[in-house]
């Protein structure tokens, strides 16, 4: 049985001729009849009883009609579902990003797919990177924007790359800190520390390392938090001293209310941002609208950061000496 055969039951039922039945299915009326004829057979009961040239539905036809009426709309539906998918105006779509990220980009991204797709249904996570990773596996998501290293040798997962993200240590505009030069580990640690929760594992270690700290890290930070408008209130209103991206950051230098401070070392930890999907996933329209939000996005922080974030100065090679008090911090 098949939705044609359906059709032309129903044209026969609403018509009361298999001859104007015929005309309107654009069949011949031996056609017709056999199309009839094997729908019977499947279903293994007369729909019709044949009397003075005429067909006049039995009691299994009547009772039939209405579910048969179900399965040609439900049909026609499911391709106009479909349809409207392939133009980007139904369906579901899922994803995330870090909390520096979803700072700036998450509701005008939010907004626009609203606007442009008000049948589309959205979810969204802010977490880690290993934390969305995670998520995406399990399929709970259709992609995020996170650290491109993650699945750098992970031949089920697909990445874009699409920033590549400096950091620094940052604070108000006027802490005692601001235009001193080349500030140590240690002037830092004379000030709380605030650690960024979304910030994942081999950031920490980079950044271990690089300044002789003892792990875990976060027993260095009087706070940890993974809301970057928490962290940034703590920032402006304290002198408390934040490591950063140029992304989380870039507005509030802009602002003037944030400043990037000189550090020796300075916090040269390489990090590349991206679209993160599985492979061998069609994109729907949906997703390919999303990933033209946020290439557009990560192009205007690019053009902003580049006029608005110092320059990064070249890392200086410590002396011994130097190399023996960074290594004794805690």
Same mark, same amino acid.
């Not at 359906?6 to 056609?31: T, Y």
């Not at 620094?168 to 520390?193: E, N």
């Not at 890290?217 to 304290?238: G, K, R």
């Not at 000189?262 to 999303?290: F, K, N, W």
């Given at each position: 049985? #098949?939705?044609?055969?359906?059709?032309?039951?129903?044209?026969?039922? !609403?018509?009361?001729?298999?001859?104007?039945?015929?005309?309107?299915?654009?069949?011949?009326?031996?056609?017709?009849?056999?199309?009839?004829?094997?729908?019977?057979?499947?279903?293994?009961?007369?729909?019709?009883?044949?009397?003075?040239?005429?067909?006049?539905?039995?009691?299994?036809?009547?009772?039939?009609?209405?579910?048969?009426?179900?399965?040609?709309?439900?049909?026609?539906?499911?391709?106009?579902?479909?349809?409207?998918?392939?133009? =980007?105006?139904?369906?579901?779509?899922?994803?995330?990003?870090?909390?520096?990220?979803?700072?700036?980009?998450?509701?005008?991204?939010?907004?626009?797919?609203?606007? /442009?797709?008000?049948?589309?249904?959205?979810?969204?996570?802010?977490?880690?990177?290993?934390?969305?990773?995670?998520?995406?596996?399990?399929?709970?998501?259709?992609?995020?924007? =996170?650290?491109? !290293?993650?699945?750098?040798?992970?031949?089920?997962?697909?990445? &874009?790359?699409?920033?590549?993200?400096?950091?620094?240590?940052?604070?108000?505009? =006027?802490?005692?800190? /601001?235009?001193?030069?080349?500030?140590?580990?240690?002037?830092?640690?004379?000030?709380?520390?605030?650690?960024?929760?979304?910030?994942?594992?081999?950031?920490?270690?980079?950044?271990?390392?690089?300044?002789?700290?003892?792990?875990?890290?976060?027993?260095?930070?009087?706070?940890?938090? #993974?809301?970057?408008?928490?962290?940034?209130?703590?920032?402006?209103?304290?002198?408390?001293?934040?490591?950063?991206?140029?992304?989380?950051?870039?507005? !509030?230098?802009?602002?003037?209310?944030?400043?990037?401070?000189?550090?020796?070392?300075?916090?040269?930890?390489?990090?590349?941002?991206?679209?993160? &999907?599985?492979? =061998?996933?069609?994109?729907?329209?949906?997703?390919?609208?999303?990933?033209?939000?946020?290439?557009?996005?990560?192009?205007?922080?690019?053009?902003?950061?580049?006029?608005?974030?110092?320059?990064?100065?070249?890392?200086?090679?410590?002396?011994?000496?130097?190399?023996?008090?960074?290594?004794?911090?805690?």
């Amino acid at each position: 049985m #098949n939705t044609r055969q359906l059709r032309h039951f129903l044209a026969v039922m !609403d018509l009361g001729s298999l001859s104007a039945a015929a005309e309107v299915v654009h069949l011949s009326l031996p056609a017709l009849s056999r199309s009839l004829r094997s729908l019977e057979d499947e279903l293994r009961v007369p729909l019709f009883d044949r009397q003075d040239r005429r067909l006049r539905p039995t009691p299994y036809a009547l009772v039939y009609a209405e579910r048969a009426r179900r399965i040609v709309f439900d049909e026609k539906e499911g391709a106009r579902t479909l349809s409207l998918m392939r133009a =980007g105006e139904l369906g579901s779509l899922h994803f995330g990003m870090g909390s520096s990220i979803a700072r700036t980009l998450m509701a005008p991204m939010l907004l626009q797919l609203l606007s /442009d797709t008000p049948g589309l249904s959205l979810g969204t996570a802010v977490h880690s990177t290993d934390t969305l990773l995670a998520a995406l596996r399990r399929e709970e998501l259709d992609f995020f924007i =996170g650290d491109i !290293d993650s699945v750098a040798h992970d031949t089920e997962m697909r990445a &874009e790359p699409i920033y590549d993200c400096t950091f620094g240590w940052f604070a108000r505009r =006027g802490h005692p800190l /601001d235009g001193q030069a080349s500030v140590g580990i240690d002037a830092l640690k004379a000030y709380p520390l605030i650690g960024a929760g979304y910030a994942g594992q081999p950031l920490f270690d980079k950044m271990a390392a690089l300044y002789g700290l003892s792990m875990p890290l976060q027993d260095h930070f009087a706070v940890s938090t #993974n809301d970057v408008s928490t962290m940034l209130t703590l920032l402006t209103s304290s002198d408390a001293i934040a490591p950063g991206t140029d992304v989380s950051m870039v507005a !509030d230098l802009r602002k003037g209310v944030v400043v990037k401070l000189d550090v020796d070392p300075p916090l040269d930890i390489q990090l590349t941002l991206g679209i993160i &999907e599985r492979a =061998g996933r069609t994109r729907v329209p949906a997703v390919e609208r999303a990933f033209g939000i946020i290439r557009a996005h990560f192009a205007a922080v690019a053009e902003e950061a580049a006029q608005h974030m110092p320059p990064a100065k070249p890392r200086r090679t410590a002396s011994p000496g130097r190399r023996r008090r960074l290594s004794g911090g805690t």
